[in-house]
């Protein structure tokens, strides 16, 4: 140990992560990284008096007070800017603080400089069957409603309840939770999607922002059970989720043209099928503790004797997130 620092890179998470910290530290605020086998080992506190000894210090954008940040740095250390959420969640006054004051950046973002996000997708070897013969046109024949969307926040950056307002006038929509007329407990959550799965052909996995990157378990939680995600978002989605496993609305010239083309694939067994091919090819693992060994890792390797800043993290990470938004009056998605 040199300088007072610990024999393990230590990570410090100076903010609290929607006001709640890891559950597995210990009363002191400190623990070994010690998840599904992370292939390096580093320590991860909470408790500030481990600032001047830490090696990464970790600030959540969600929960960031600008009045809050450290008023003194070691010359080692790699502060690092955290989120999972899209951009309008952080102020750009907050952000415009950050300049040249962030060494790494750890988001969803797939030119981050740590990859951190909701889903990890890896192909199955070998290959499985996951449905015996005729059990998968069982379940479509089941079905007998459109589509279900299940959604708290009403009013959304990226417009996604005027798009649905549109799309409703085409097809059957049943929407659940706070902002529609169906209920179903998001204390069972489980239970709900194997409803919607049972009933229904089609999930609306819609984004409450259309940003670069941004993909959520909106998606890969209907993935889990037997229908369709709709996707509605900024993310490049052959890159995010398994080969034909989903429907893109960007990809459609309108919410009427979305609608006529849902309508055929309901029909149409040949082609509902065609969705769930990948099934029995492709793992899917949710967010979990794993992504910290990214972070792990980056501090025992030469990245972290390099010099790094981001000069700009409100052009980083506003203004390249080129967020778009759905236009009722122009009917497109604008930026």
């Excluded at 809050?68 to 415009?96: D, G, I, N």
């Excluded at 015996?132 to 708290?152: D, H, N, P, Y």
């Amino acid at each position: 140990m040199n300088d007072g620092k610990p024999d393990l890179p230590r990570i410090l998470f100076w903010t609290k992560i929607y006001d709640d910290w890891f559950s597995d530290l210990t009363e002191e605020g400190v623990a070994e990284l010690e998840y599904k086998g992370c292939p390096d080992r580093c320590y991860i506190a909470n408790h500030r008096r481990m600032l001047k000894v830490s090696d990464a210090v970790v600030f959540y954008g969600h929960d960031l007070n600008p009045k809050e940040m450290p008023e003194e740095r070691a010359t080692f250390q790699k502060w690092v800017y955290w989120s999972l959420e899209p951009p309008w969640h952080t102020p750009v006054a907050l952000l415009k603080g950050l300049n040249n004051t962030i060494n790494w950046t750890m988001t969803y973002r797939l030119d981050s400089d740590i990859l951190d996000n909701y889903v990890t997708i890896t192909k199955m070897t070998p290959a499985k069957q996951p449905y015996s013969k005729g059990s998968l046109e069982s379940i479509w024949k089941r079905k007998f409603k459109m589509a279900a969307w299940a959604v708290t926040s009403c009013e959304t950056s990226g417009k996604r309840e005027h798009y649905v307002r549109e799309l409703r006038k085409y097809i059957d929509v049943d929407v659940y939770g706070y902002c529609g007329e169906h209920e179903c407990s998001r204390k069972n959550e489980t239970a709900c999607y194997e409803m919607f799965a049972r009933d229904y052909f089609f999930y609306l996995s819609f984004e409450n922002c259309i940003c670069r990157d941004y993909v959520t378990e909106k998606l890969f939680k209907p993935l889990r059970h037997d229908i369709i995600p709709v996707v509605y978002g900024g993310a490049n989605y052959s890159d995010a989720a398994p080969p034909g496993s989903y429907i893109d609305a960007l990809s459609f010239e309108s919410p009427m043209h979305l609608a006529r083309h849902l309508k055929k694939v309901a029909k149409d067994f040949n082609l509902y099928k065609q969705h769930f091919n990948w099934k029995g090819k492709y793992n899917i693992e949710p967010w979990d503790y794993y992504n910290f060994c990214a972070l792990c890792r980056k501090l025992h390797s030469e990245d972290f004797k390099k010099s790094s800043v981001v000069p700009d993290m409100h052009h980083w990470w506003n203004t390249t997130s080129y967020c778009r938004a759905w236009n009722k009056y122009t009917q497109k998605f604008e930026y």
